[in-house]
């Protein structure tokens, strides 16, 4: 064989070889970022078993957690490499609006921790996705679709088998309702997001909003209760802290699609893990029209947004 050729077979082996090499370390990278955002939402799942064992007022459950997770946010943040990033007066009104609406479901969302079972909580809380459905052709110019009319009536027909009819008792009922208006301040935190995300790296984002929560809630705030130190540190540095960070890291190389569906296996985590801590059993009420709107949310995000392109 002449060596030109010798040296063009020896340059195809090689450039497949790089081929094979790049798609086995994409194929690697994709699996490790999915393995973030999973080990993310695994965390999350648990966080209602941990508010109703803190035994103490939400208020000031939220406010110690969240300088927990301040401390530690700040403390990386402090980094040089993150001064430019840092945004300007006039887009802190961003941050700001965001940390009043992720009060309203953070408190939405642990009083139905409280006032109902971990399930009704999480999977009424999950409406998100059928509500930002609902909301999107007003707010992101998109279309109404007959997919977007049916998952709505699929959503309301679960929470409707969850109520019983409304005829829960009314202790059910204030948690069910709570764990639907955490859903509609999600929803309302996902478009701000979509809208306004892109002007802020996530961290910074995070801790400007934690600081409003906080600054919003020290009036209220006349007690430091050390027996639920614990949850103020577990809440505030792993489920404000470390989860976002492993979802956001995720998200990098993942496309939003599939974050949206593994996203739907948090509410089957948590109610395993009231099985398993607080020895609660989902009655059938609640996983059937608990099933409905996972099943209604899955609708609402498959072929919802084209795979983007990955980051490299």
Excluded at 116 to 137: D, E, Q
Excluded at 199 to 214: E, S
Excluded at 282 to 294: A, E, Q, R
């Amino acid at each position: 064989m002449p060596v030109s050729h010798q040296l063009q077979s020896s340059g195809l082996k090689d450039f497949g070889n790089d081929i094979l090499f790049d798609s086995y370390f994409l194929l690697l990278r994709n699996d490790m970022a999915s393995l973030y955002i999973l080990l993310a939402i695994f965390l999350w799942s648990s966080q209602g078993a941990v508010v109703r064992l803190s035994g103490v007022d939400l208020h000031v459950l939220i406010f110690y957690s969240i300088i927990a997770s301040l401390i530690l946010q700040g403390a990386i943040l402090s980094q040089r490499r993150y001064r430019k990033e840092m945004p300007g007066v006039k887009k802190l009104m961003y941050p700001v609006i965001l940390g009043i609406v992720s009060l309203a479901n953070s408190l939405s969302f642990f009083y139905a921790f409280q006032k109902t079972s971990i399930a009704n909580a999480v999977l009424t809380h999950y409406t998100a996705p059928v509500i930002v459905a609902f909301f999107a052709p007003f707010f992101l110019k998109e279309k109404i679709t007959m997919r977007i009319i049916l998952v709505i009536g699929l959503a309301s027909l679960g929470l409707w088998t969850m109520l019983n009819g409304f005829s829960l008792e009314e202790s059910q009922m204030k948690g069910i309702i709570a764990g639907v208006l955490s859903g509609i301040a999600y929803a309302i935190i996902i478009i701000f997001l979509r809208l306004h995300s892109a002007k802020f790296n996530p961290l910074i984002l995070t801790f400007f909003t934690n600081v409003t929560i906080a600054v919003l809630l020290a009036p209220f705030v006349r007690e430091f209760p050390t027996h639920a130190l614990w949850s103020f540190l577990l809440i505030g540095i792993v489920y404000s802290t470390i989860a976002p960070i492993l979802y956001y890291k995720g998200l990098q190389y993942v496309s939003a699609n599939r974050a949206a569906v593994l996203g739907y296996l948090e509410p089957v985590c948590a109610i395993i893990f009231s099985m398993l801590l607080l020895h609660e059993i989902p009655g059938t009420h609640s996983l059937i029209g608990g099933m409905l709107i996972l099943f209604s949310g899955y609708l609402t995000i498959r072929n919802s947004e084209e795979p983007r392109e990955l980051v490299p």
